[in-house]
């Protein structure tokens, strides 16, 4: 399996303008999560959905922070208007949530540069 | 959601065992201790998992004591390639999603 997918893997845009995230998870899992890393605020969860449903999205900073997944093996971050305190790596994981396991596979990231 | 403190920084030399050991005074009783290492610019990599005693697979080991309110990641012979972050997190079985602290970053020299 070729992992987690994400891209872009580097996004420069300026402020104000629409950011489109992509990833395509694992196939065969059934739990996908985005997750944000800065240096101030360390590794941050974002939203999770789980057969393809958000169970968890208290975690979005603002109403310009919207995810979908229209299906298993697709989901989507969008921030709209950006701003410069968005720049950050976002990552997308994913895992077969069953019994106990923790066990989440992460993709690359996704490097922010908003200006 | 239980909290969890491990050391800032650790430094070693290569083939020595490393042990980070992690504080989880409030762990529930559902709760299980997973550990994830992290490279610069890649994304977090599950190590290991345990719930108590010890467990152990070809990356390292995990040993929780019957308290369960600490635990210790075990890494055998470290290489260079070990220098990362290692974060130890407290998994809520209500909710899947992880919570990650800040990490203990691991300095290995030769």
């Known amino acids: 399996d070729a992992g987690v997918i994400q891209s872009p893997r580097h996004e420069v845009t300026e402020m104000g303008q629409e950011v489109t995230l992509r990833c395509k998870p694992i196939s065969g899992h059934n739990s996908l999560f985005w997750y944000r890393q800065t240096m101030m605020r360390g590794l941050e969860l974002l939203i999770y959905f789980n057969n393809n449903v958000p169970i968890d999205d208290s975690g979005m900073p603002e109403d310009r922070f919207s995810a979908k997944m229209p299906n298993a093996s697709f989901s989507t971050l969008k921030i709209q208007p950006s701003e410069p305190r968005d720049s950050a790596v976002y990552f997308c994981a994913s895992s077969w949530t069953s019994g106990s396991s923790y066990e989440q596979y992460f993709g690359p990231g996704t490097r922010l540069t908003v200006t | 959601l239980a909290k969890t403190t491990q050391p800032i920084s650790m430094d070693s030399y290569e083939g020595q065992e490393v042990n980070i050991t992690c504080s989880h005074n409030n762990i529930a009783t559902n709760d299980y201790i997973t550990w994830y290492q992290q490279f610069p610019s890649q994304g977090p990599r599950f190590i290991i998992q345990g719930y108590k005693t010890k467990v152990t697979n070809e990356v390292a080991s995990l040993f929780i004591p019957a308290d369960r309110k600490s635990s210790t990641l075990s890494l055998p012979r470290v290489s260079l390639s070990d220098t990362a972050v290692y974060y130890c997190?407290?998994?809520?079985?209500?909710?899947?999603?992880?919570?990650f602290g800040s990490g203990t970053r691991l300095q290995v020299q030769p």
């Open positions: 997190l407290v998994g809520d079985t209500g909710r899947r999603a992880l919570t």
